[in-house]
């Protein structure tokens, strides 16, 4: 489909920002509009490449004028919603990094990736609580919640350390808020993503942390039982500063893959732990003595380098996935898991992991925000890789994952795990507790009533759906 914007109109938008403005057929496009996820291939009316908040301001003017909604692209991680014929917004440009030693603060631009500021505080000898990934970006990560695999157990949802946000609303206004400016919205963006605005700046509370005892252990899918067994001993008595997730992986034969893992089944299990490489030594004990590892990367490590815990994949990948929130993880679900998804299944679903939850994320934070489900002990999340426009036909693999592990599932959903199978309404409200999500749409229709930033998983200004207690 061709999107036809008065030239006029395109002229002086392009006057008055300073990063690129480009439409269908221009040269740089494909680079404007690309996104890490890469399941989906954007097609805009327009993009702009935003280089600071008057940039943004302008863009959704423009938007906002021609009846265009607005999306948004930092990295791209996110992408599940199609932006065909909407304005976008590429803020891969704002991404400056300031720390604060004595406030223990960093205010961050709304591209800025974990391991820029992972970087940047650690030289101060602070950290924040980033995801899994470095590539990530800080902002949409916090705004949906945040669960650090390495910090959260200990610290809580990185959405608890906001400290303040400048954020441009439907009406193009900058508006700088926190607890005491626009305290609803404050309350909003902190686990209702973007749904309420283009968030340019940030700031965000960092911990003292600069080294942690963690890595990887893989084992041969030959010993899936015994690994998941000593999995759940593991977790049944981990403090709070010991973070432990299990994933079953089926990686193909690629350079970036480890060769013992390439083509085969296994059993990733991801350890952070904030206390002593002796006290972590002995707290993995049982689980490295389960069965031979194919790769032991366990170590004292400088949080610089927890990205190599979980080996995220680096480059840009379609990417379908489901999640579910469980409420425990017994023998019989486990045996359900590798029933599901273990050595002996065929299934095109690359990665399943079980993360325990729990700890300080069970807790609610001092200054109150959206982030919901905080009950949950552990979090299913999966994963399928393929090619663009492949989403249906990884559906019914994902869905029976889920269907599997039904009877041990809350019901409920983290919004960052989200996916693009859950873009309706009623599957957004999962992430909420129904007077949470109340809130969120009398805030959604206070700032944006015309639901001018849509292109996401939508919190529509309209009555919420009706979703269970």
Not at 327 to 347: N, W, Y
């Amino acid at each position: 489909m061709t999107y036809v914007l008065d030239r006029d109109d395109l002229a002086r938008l392009t006057a008055e920002v300073a990063g690129p403005v480009v439409v269908p057929g221009d040269d740089g496009y494909a680079a404007e509009t690309a996104t890490w996820n890469t399941a989906l291939v954007q097609r805009p009316a327009v993009a702009v490449g935003a280089t600071s908040a008057a940039d943004v301001r302008a863009a959704v003017r423009f938007a906002d004028a021609n009846g265009l909604p607005v999306a948004t692209v930092a990295t791209g991680h996110g992408a599940v919603v199609t932006a065909d014929g909407a304005l976008m917004i590429n803020l891969r440009r704002i991404d400056g990094v300031r720390v604060d030693a004595g406030l223990r603060t960093a205010t961050i631009g709304a591209a800025v990736t974990a391991q820029r500021l992972i970087d940047a505080a650690v030289e101060v000898g602070l950290a924040p609580l980033a995801g899994s990934s470095g590539n990530v970006g800080v902002v949409g990560y916090v705004l949906g919640g945040g669960i650090s695999p390495t910090l959260a157990r200990t610290y809580g949802f990185a959405a608890d350390h906001v400290h303040a946000a400048e954020i441009v609303t439907a009406d193009g206004s900058l508006r700088r808020i926190d607890r005491d400016h626009e305290p609803d919205l404050f309350w909003a963006i902190r686990g209702g993503m973007g749904n309420f605005g283009v968030v340019t700046s940030l700031t965000v509370g960092l911990v003292p942390v600069t080294r942690l005892y963690g890595g990887g252990l893989y084992f041969s899918g030959d010993h899936v039982e015994q690994v998941v067994d000593a999995y759940r001993r593991l977790v049944a008595a981990a403090p709070e500063e010991l973070s432990v997730s299990l994933a079953f992986l089926r990686l193909p034969s690629a350079p970036s893959v480890p060769e013992p893992l390439r083509d085969r089944f296994s059993v990733h299990v991801r350890i952070a732990y904030l206390g002593s490489a002796a006290d972590g030594h002995r707290l993995v004990a049982d689980l490295r003595a389960a069965a031979p590892p194919l790769i032991d990367t366990m170590a004292e490590m400088p949080y610089t380098t927890i990205a190599a815990i979980h080996a995220d994949p680096v480059e840009p990948v379609p990417t379908y996935e489901m999640s579910a929130l469980l409420r425990d993880f017994p023998t019989e679900a486990a045996e359900a898991l590798i029933a599901a998804a273990g050595p002996g299944v065929d299934t095109p679903v690359g990665m399943v992991e079980i993360r325990q939850l729990g700890g300080a994320l069970g807790r609610e934070p001092g200054v109150p925000n959206a982030v919901g489900n905080r009950d949950a002990a552990f979090q299913l999340s999966a994963a399928a890789f393929g090619a663009p426009g492949m989403a249906e036909e990884f559906r019914t693999p994902l869905v029976a994952l889920a269907d599997a592990m039904a009877r041990w599932a809350t019901g409920g959903r983290q919004a960052n795990f989200l996916t693009g199978y859950d873009t309706t309404a009623e599957a957004v409200a999962r992430a909420y507790a129904p007077r949470t999500y109340q809130r969120l749409v009398e805030v959604k229709r206070a700032f944006d009533p015309r639901n001018l930033f849509r292109v996401n998983h939508n919190i529509t200004p309209g009555p919420p759906p009706d979703t269970p207690g």
